[in-house]
């Protein structure tokens, strides 16, 4: 019966004659994948090349740089070692000044960005009513173009036909120059405090990742919304705010066209204008390039501020291990 079963499934073409199968002839692969070495160098040669060309080769031009007294035009310049960073160790008190300026206006623009967006996507994550405007609302100024946003303050804190100086008016203050020392310094906060809605978004996508049972249990525990945002919601998310403040930090620290477009001055190269409280340090950098011509040491001020912000985006690194809880392994 076997046999002649065999004999039927060969006659069909289904079986072929003897025991079994045979093995099929493994086709022959292609080319790009016999030499698969290769063509992972020829995918990623266009982001190579293009961070030799655009990213590294700049950097090293610019260290170079900053060991001359380079002027940006001149062909008379020459090899002066670690003049220039000695100069600013030593001698520039208003170059400390603008970085302790820069780093204090970082501590507090960042912990209140952060809260503050926080607070709105923990807003706009309930059951209320227009929720959708409202987000859209409170996004829309991040999408304001900086120069948008700074002519927009530039006029409200006007001193004598803005808003703010109006309302200020109410309460019996008048005639106050808001955009000069030292004022200046707070207008810039406020101004970029206006746009909370990036880390609101990014907030609110981290919310709305959190189960819902987990606040019904803690509810249903007994513990109070308050204690529920810091012991349960927090560490949920922290790697999010995590990243919110080292991004933030860096954002912070390299902020320049802000103050220079907020100074009362018709023109961006006039920043020799801009208020002392609001010249952080990238702007003493873009006055010692376009205003003293003195690329060399405005290359080793840069240098420094890029080891300023390594030390401390490795400081944030390290203490992230105590605050920032991840749902995956450590590892």
């Known amino acids: 019966m076997m046999s ?11 079986l072929p004659r ?3 199968r045979p093995p099929q002839a493994a086709k022959a692969p292609r080319r790009w994948q016999r030499r698969q070495g290769r063509t992972f160098y020829v995918f990623v040669a266009p982001w190579v090349i293009g961070f030799v060309i655009l990213t590294l080769a700049p950097i090293i031009y610019a260290f170079g740089v900053s060991l001359t007294n380079y002027d940006g035009s001149s062909s008379f310049w020459r090899f002066i070692g670690f003049r220039n960073y000695v100069e600013f160790f030593t001698k520039d008190s208003a170059g400390w000044a603008s970085l302790l300026r820069t780093l204090g206006y970082a501590a507090i623009v960042v912990p209140l960005s952060v809260v503050g967006g926080l607070a709105l996507a923990l807003l706009v994550n309930q059951r209320i009513r227009a929720r959708g405007a409202l987000r859209a609302l409170f996004f ?28 200020m008016g109410l309460f019996g203050v008048h005639d106050v120059t808001w955009l000069s020392d030292p004022w200046a310094f ?15 978004i990014i907030s609110l996508a981290a919310l709305q990742d959190v189960p819902s049972e987990l606040e019904e249990a803690a509810r249903l525990d007994g513990a109070s919304r308050w204690r529920y945002i810091r012991s349960i919601l927090v560490p949920l998310i ?10 933030g930090i860096i954002a912070a620290l390299q902020m320049l066209v802000q103050p220079l477009l907020l100074a009362e001055t018709n023109r961006i190269a006039s920043s020799a204008q801009v208020p002392t409280s609001s010249t952080l340090f990238m702007v003493k950098v873009y006055n010692e390039f376009f205003i003293s011509n003195r690329f ?3 290359s080793a001020m840069l240098w420094i501020f890029f080891l300023v912000i390594l030390i401390l985006t490795l ?10 809880f991840y749902q995956v392994g450590g590892d």
Not at 186 to 200: F, N, P, S
């Open 4 to 14: 002649r079963f065999r004999r039927l499934v060969t006659a069909a073409g289904h």
């Open 18 to 20: 003897g025991r079994g």
């Open 140 to 167: 829309l100024p991040s999408v304001v173009p900086v120069v948008a946003t700074a002519i927009t303050f530039r006029l409200i804190f006007n001193r004598d036909a803005g808003l703010f100086s109006g309302f």
């Open 186 to 200: 707070y207008a810039l906060i406020v101004m970029t405090l206006w746009g909370l809605g990036g880390g609101m």
């Open 238 to 247: 922290s790697p999010v705010l995590y990243f919110q403040v080292v991004t």
């Open 296 to 298: 060399g040491y405005g």
């Open 315 to 324: 400081l944030l690194q390290r203490l992230s291990r105590r605050f920032v």
